[in-house]
């Protein structure tokens, strides 16, 4: 199975998409991650990208259609994707149909904006993983590192003003991408404004399946 996950930033995707990956047993590719983790490296992707996520402006198509269209065409992927935060632009979205890679539903998360706003302020991140925390509903462990061993960090874009960016973002760029794949019937609409879990259950039921077959 092909999964685009949709929404505003803080609407859950990342966490979906954790757990999704576990219960479908497919891989996430999360542009976010990807574009953080050539950041912590300090590769010429990464000196790119900085200057526009810092300011919550969207990273060129270009360039990440090309680092996306690389990571699909490897053999892990072969029996299924999740997409984290790409496509987020009607521009991806049809590079991304040219590729000929077939996407089977567009999961959207549905939140307002005053619970995002709440989640954004309070997230916190895996360095290395990408993982998301939150100080209310997701603590980090007691000996304040990941899972994963990493260490767990806010993103310097979670601040207020960065945040109201990336959400004037997404109403300019990145809902029309709503339209397009309800265009091809692909768009499934969930509510993500209360738990994770919740959240899940009814992504499980809107996919018609069965919680104790995953
Ligand atoms: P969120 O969904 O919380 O905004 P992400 O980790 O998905 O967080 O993205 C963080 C930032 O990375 C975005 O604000 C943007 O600058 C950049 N980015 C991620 N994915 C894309 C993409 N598909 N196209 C352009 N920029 C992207
Ligand atoms: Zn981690």
């Known amino acids: 199975m092909n999964l685009i996950l949709l929404g505003p930033p803080g609407a859950g995707k990342g966490t979906q998409a954790e757990?999704?990956?576990?219960?479908?047993?497919?891989?996430t590719v999360s542009t976010g991650v990807m574009l953080r983790a050539a950041m912590r490296e300090g590769t010429e992707l990464g000196k790119l990208a900085k200057q526009y996520i810092d300011d919550g402006k969207l990273?060129?198509?270009?360039v990440v259609v090309g680092i996306v269209k690389e990571r699909l065409s490897q053999d892990d992927l072969k029996n299924g994707f999740i997409l984290?935060?790409?496509p987020r632009t009607i521009a991806q979205a049809e590079a991304l149909d040219a590729t000929g890679i077939k996407?089977?539903?567009?999961?959207?998360?549905?939140?307002?904006?005053?619970?995002?706003?709440?989640?954004?302020t309070g997230r916190r991140e895996c360095k290395v993983c990408g993982t998301p925390y939150?100080?209310?509903?997701?603590?980090v462990p007691t000996n304040g590192k990941c899972v994963c061993g990493g260490e767990i960090v806010q993103r310097p874009d979670d601040n207020e003003e960065t945040i109201k960016n990336r959400l004037k973002v997404y109403h300019e760029q990145t809902?029309?991408?709503?339209?397009?794949?309800?265009?091809?019937?692909?768009?499934?609409?969930?509510?993500?404004?209360?738990t994770a879990q919740i959240t899940n259950d009814a992504v499980f039921e809107a996919l018609g399946l069965d919680k104790q077959e995953a």
């Not at 939150?134 to 603590?139: A, N």
């Open 103 to 120: 996407i089977d539903y567009v999961l959207s998360l549905e939140c307002d904006e005053k619970v995002i706003l709440e989640r954004l």
């Open 175 to 194: 809902e029309p991408i709503k339209a397009y794949y309800e265009s091809q019937g692909k768009v499934i609409s969930v509510d993500s404004s209360k």
């Open 59 to 62: 990273v060129p198509d270009s």
């Open 84 to 86: 984290d935060g790409f």
């Open 134 to 139: 939150h100080i209310k509903t997701k603590p």
């Open 19 to 27: 757990i999704l990956t576990k219960q479908l047993n497919i891989k």
